[in-house]
């Protein structure tokens, strides 16, 4: 055997070694890497089907939020509706019968003169 071929020997004992000790550090992390990809796999399909129940609960608020901008609609009609009347009837009534009103306390304290008057309480 000659210098050249030991030599040669040598290296390739070397490079077997190298690659036997790569394959023994790299196996654990490419069985880490592959565990990581199946757990990813799982989150992804879980964020997905997140996002589905999050549109359909998007969609059931944004039609209470239509249903509501309704009802405030209706109220702020009845509201108006009601202040129209109050003016109206203020109008009609408790303005041209404010001099009358002035009276009633008057007119309560004779009933209160005239029931003592007749010996009530």
Not at 28 to 44: G, I, Y
Not at 65 to 89: C, I, P
Request: aromatic share 4%; glycine share 4%.
């Amino acid at each position: 055997m000659t210098a050249s071929t030991i030599t040669l020997l040598i290296c390739a004992v070397a490079a077997t070694l190298a690659f036997i000790l790569l394959a023994a550090y790299l196996l654990p992390v490419f069985l880490k890497l592959r565990d990581l990809m199946v757990e990813l796999q799982s989150t992804a399909t879980e964020v997905r089907h997140l996002a589905i129940s999050l549109q359909k609960t998007s969609e059931r608020v944004n039609d209470d939020l239509e249903r509501v901008d309704e009802l405030l609609n209706t109220s702020r009609d009845a509201v108006v509706t009601v202040s129209n009347t109050v003016k109206k009837v203020n109008g009609l009534f408790v303005a041209q019968s404010a001099g009358l009103f002035a009276l009633l306390p008057a007119i309560r304290l004779g009933w209160k003169l005239i029931k003592k008057l007749k010996g009530g309480r």
